[in-house]
């Protein structure tokens, strides 16, 4: 049969997916500093039209009032409102969960999902999750991810590192799972904080394979290059 002779059901579409065709990132969020990275990753997911499966700790809620001025409520529907809002975007999927909802659909292997992101991840959270212990549900999608060999980035926020935190995220690695400190870097020459936040966020992002914000990569020297336009409007 020639391509002339399909049907116009048959024919191959040229067309990207919907978010809702699309598999979702899990992106959970721990209660340790810099929220305001997991604020502006969900942004630009949502702004791409990409599907997120939120999930936000009980410790994380006072961090968000802390360090944003936010006072997140608990009921998911809610926590969607509110959160589209702050990120100013009606556009791609957003699925809040709360925090113990251990029978919730990201729970179980048989969901299917792009991968998952801790961002920031606390290291109560990195030594459970190594340990094999699922008190919350963060912990329990780390798991299945782990188990399920899906990709999993983990951003522990947290400094200096003690022996126990590096042998966790050791076996983590071992596990399969990808440890992305949110370090900063000078060669795109950040002129503020959002262009370090930008900069961060892109990097973690970049690991799924996701093309957002405006990432700056390194070619070599930048000489007299021109910088980069400027970014849009942060949260």
Known sequence: MTSSELTSSEQPSSEQPSSEQRLPLVLAVCGASAQVLALRSLQLLLEAGEAVDLIISRGAFEVWRAEL??????APAEQERLLRERCGTNAGTLRCYRWNDQAAAPASGSYRTRGMLILPASMGTVGRVAAGVATDLIERCADVHLKEARPLVIAPREMPWNLIHLRNLTTLAEAGARIAPPIPAWYHQPESL????????????????????????????????QRPLASPQRP
Do not use: H, N, T
Request: proline share 5%; aromatic share 10%; net charge negative.
């Open 69 to 74: 001025g936010l006072l997140l409520p608990v």
């Open 194 to 225: 959002g262009d370090m936040v930008d900069f961060l966020v892109a990097r973690i992002l970049d690991l799924f394979g996701y093309e957002l914000g405006e990432l700056r990569r390194w070619q070599g020297p930048i000489g007299s290059a």
